[in-house]
Nanobody, 127 residues
Framework: QVQVAESGGGLVQPGESLRLSCAVS????????MGWFRQAPGKEREGIAC????????VYQDSLKERFTVSRGDAKNTIFLQMNDLRPEDTATYYC????????????????????WGQGTQVTVSA
């Protein structure tokens, strides 16, 4: 059974940094795409960034790319989300998702489907 697990969330003060990690387990091959999302209470889930094995490039949401950076880990099917200069409005549950098969859509498009999701990790930014 495929499992997606995020970790690294917590309580930080404005201006501080935090790094989240995501790992996909119990699959024999590399995932096709992995992505980071977040959802604040009462808000729509929004994409942060996604990275695809085929595409190569990392696609960021424009409003976040100056502060958030996604990178691949050395471990198989592992990615990180480095978040700098955190602000109160960054408070949300952060999710990692993975897709194991190719898609007609690119990972940044609304039609893209992720097959597996993690349970989320809470990030709270407050003084």
């Amino acid at each position: 059974q495929v499992q997606v697990a995020e970790s690294g969330g917590g309580l930080v003060q404005p201006g501080e940094s935090l790094r989240l990690s995501c790992a996909v387990s119990e699959i024999p091959l590399d995932v096709e795409v992995m992505g980071w999302f977040r959802q604040a209470p009462g808000k729509e889930r929004e994409g942060i960034a996604c990275i695809g094995r085929k595409e190569g490039n990392i696609v960021y949401q424009d409003s976040l790319k100056e502060r958030f950076t996604v990178s691949r880990g050395d471990a198989k099917n592992t990615i990180f989300l480095q978040m700098n200069d955190l602000r109160p409005e960054d408070t949300a549950t952060y999710y990692c998702a993975a897709n194991l098969v190719p898609s007609h859509y690119t990972c940044s498009e609304p039609g893209y489907q992720y097959g597996y999701w993690g349970q989320g990790t809470q990030v709270t930014v407050s003084a």
